[in-house]
Nanobody
Framework: QVQLVESGGGLVQAGGSLRLSCAASGRTFSSYAMGWFRQAPGMEREFVAAISWSGYYKYYADSVKGRFTISRDNDKNTVYLQMNSLKPEDTAVYYC?????????????????WGQGTQVTVSS
């Protein structure tokens, strides 16, 4: 069983920054790609960023490219999402997830374990 716990969400003004963390339990963390998704009220859950098992390959949604950075520390079983230049449209609940794959994984169906989510609110 894998447990994922997100932290770091909050309220920030437009243009500000936040850093989300996702701590994972279990010994297989370093074997799988990890991802971040977000879901705004009334909207479907959407892909934000993903990182391969080694951390070498990174993938971003066009809407966050150049502003968000995903990283991971396999020694700490933790994946991060650094969010800069935040916009009101970034407001959502952000979820961390473990992929069933080792590299590229951008679809919701490619993830099997999910965290409980952390709220990010960006005020204008």
């Amino acid at each position: 069983q894998v447990q994922l716990v997100e932290s770091g969400g909050g309220l920030v003004q437009a243009g500000g920054s936040l850093r989300l963390s996702c701590a994972a339990s279990g010994r297989t963390f370093s074997s799988y790609a990890m991802g971040w998704f977000r879901q705004a009220p009334g909207m479907e859950r959407e892909f934000v960023a993903a990182i391969s098992w080694s951390g070498y390959y990174k993938y971003y949604a066009d809407s966050v490219k150049g502003r968000f950075t995903i990283s991971r520390d396999n020694d700490k079983n933790t994946v991060y999402l650094q969010m800069n230049s935040l916009k009101p449209e970034d407001t959502a609940v952000y979820y961390c997830a473990r992929s069933i794959r080792t590299v590229q994984a951008m679809g919701v169906e490619e993830y099997d374990y999910w965290g409980q989510g952390t709220q990010v609110t960006v005020s204008s």
